[in-house]
């Protein structure tokens, strides 16, 4: 496994209005296989896991910082 990218960013949490941090973190687990490992903080930390292959996660890292946190829908 091998950390490749890794951005944290403000964003509103919808339910309390409140600011918050995540944290997204891209690794590569063999070829043509990545993990994106996405968490929040606050009240109730929260985690989520998505698979890419190198072209999602070339698309991932060239993000715009508006379009930060779009892989949690």
Known sequence: MQLIFSRT???LDTKTLVERQ???TL???GENEFILHMTS???AEEERLVWF???AALLW???DT???GSDWE
């Open 53 to 55: 292959d190198c072209r």
């Open 41 to 43: 903080d606050g009240g």
């Open 66 to 68: 508006d379009e930060y």
């Open 22 to 24: 995540a944290r997204d």
């Open 9 to 11: 960013y403000p964003f």
């Open 27 to 29: 690794l590569r687990i």
């Open 61 to 63: 890292i060239s993000q």
